[in-house]
């Protein structure tokens, strides 16, 4: 089945730094989304982005489709960033998403 | 708020009780999910439900029995379960097979449950 990467596994940052995320994922994908996933266990969604570039406020995407990976850039990040952050993809178009193993980031201040 | 919610919030049963998971969304979808998250694994899809019909089970064990009585509700269903189930179990829905590829899924909190 397809294999869904996630990178780096943890991330420290200090307030007000910038950091991207990375997703590779080994097969083509028909949707794929980014998550953060708070101390609480819920799962917020960023984005919706099996393709193409979207911006929501600190936090932006992009996927290339083409060469199988996906990107999440924070900036100016802010200790309610802290968190995992989960990529997942719909590999089939069959409503299963397939999760990775996540980004575990921690803002201080 | 995601429009979708989970009761309990918080559960711990025996290996002898008997509990049910509830799922709840307001967002007019059409297809509903059980995922399963355990310490230091990813998330794992468990059930898909589309139109009330189950679409997939994820080689689930029978301890666990998903209901889908309409396209608003969900239901999980546990009995005899062991301590390694011990998990966070997540319901999300999404527009379902009719979407045409706009199937984002929409996350409830989640019931933590401990199995003793």
């Known amino acids: 089945g397809i294999q869904v990467e996630q990178s780096p596994p943890d991330l420290i940052l200090q307030e007000g730094a910038n950091s991207t995320l990375r997703c590779n994922f080994s097969?083509?994908?028909?949707?794929l989304q980014w998550f953060h996933q708070n101390p609480w266990g819920q799962l917020i969604n960023l984005f919706y982005?099996?393709?193409g570039t979207k911006q929501n406020g600190r936090l932006s995407a992009t996927t290339v489709a083409t060469e199988r990976y996906s990107l999440l850039y924070i900036s100016s990040s802010q200790t309610t960033d802290s968190g995992v952050y989960f990529c997942?993809?719909?590999?089939?178009?069959?409503?299963?998403?397939?999760f990775g193993t996540g980004t575990r980031l921690q803002v201080f201040p | 708020e995601t429009g979708v919610t989970q009761t309990p919030r918080h559960l711990v049963m025996g290996m002898t009780n008997k509990k049910s998971l509830k799922c709840e969304q307001h967002?007019?979808?059409?297809?509903m999910y059980w995922y399963k998250q355990s310490a230091k694994k990813p998330l794992e899809l468990m059930f898909v439900?589309?139109?009330?019909?189950?679409?997939e089970n994820n080689s689930v064990p029978s301890r666990f029995s998903p209901e889908c009585p309409n396209s608003s509700h969900l239901f999980l269903h546990l009995h005899t379960l062991q301590p390694e189930d011990s998990a966070l179990y997540l319901c999300?829905?999404?527009?379902?097979?009719?979407?045409?590829?706009?199937?984002?899924?929409?996350f409830g909190p989640g019931t933590r449950l401990t199995v003793l």
């Open positions: 999300a829905s999404s527009q379902g097979g009719l979407a045409g590829g706009q199937n984002e899924q929409f």
């Open positions: 097969d083509s994908v028909n949707n």
């Open positions: 982005i099996p393709s």
């Open positions: 997942a993809v719909d590999p089939y178009n069959t409503d299963k998403l397939i």
């Open positions: 967002l007019g979808h059409n297809a």
């Open positions: 439900y589309n139109f009330k019909e189950q679409t």
